[in-house]
């Protein structure tokens, strides 16, 4: 089984462009996931196409603003 990545954490001395970098995977359930690094934004989404397409809306589709996770990871609210 897979280590469940936790990314939902706030760094607040984090540079400001990394400011809406974002995660997408599956959490342990198998559910997509989209989190921002910093824990400002997120959410569950019925397909990795969905989860990538919230995450490029909220980056301006910037390059390099959305990685996608091979190990899984969780959503904490």
């Known amino acids: 089984m897979s ?3 936790q990314v939902a954490a706030r760094h607040a001395d984090a540079p400001a462009t990394d400011a809406a ?6 959490d342990p359930e198998g559910c997509w996931v989209a989190i921002e690094i910093h824990g400002r934004a997120g ?3 019925r397909s990795r196409k969905d989860a990538v397409d919230y ?4 980056t301006g589709h910037r390059p ?3 990685r ?3 190990e899984r990871i ?3 609210i």
């Not at 995450?55 to 909220?58: G, K, L, N, Q, R």
């Open 3 to 5: 280590p469940i990545v």
């Open 74 to 76: 969780a959503l904490r």
């Open 21 to 26: 970098r974002f995660v997408v995977g599956q």
């Open 68 to 70: 996608l996770s091979g």
């Open 55 to 58: 995450a490029e809306d909220e």
């Open 43 to 45: 959410g569950l989404f």
């Open 64 to 66: 390099d603003a959305v």
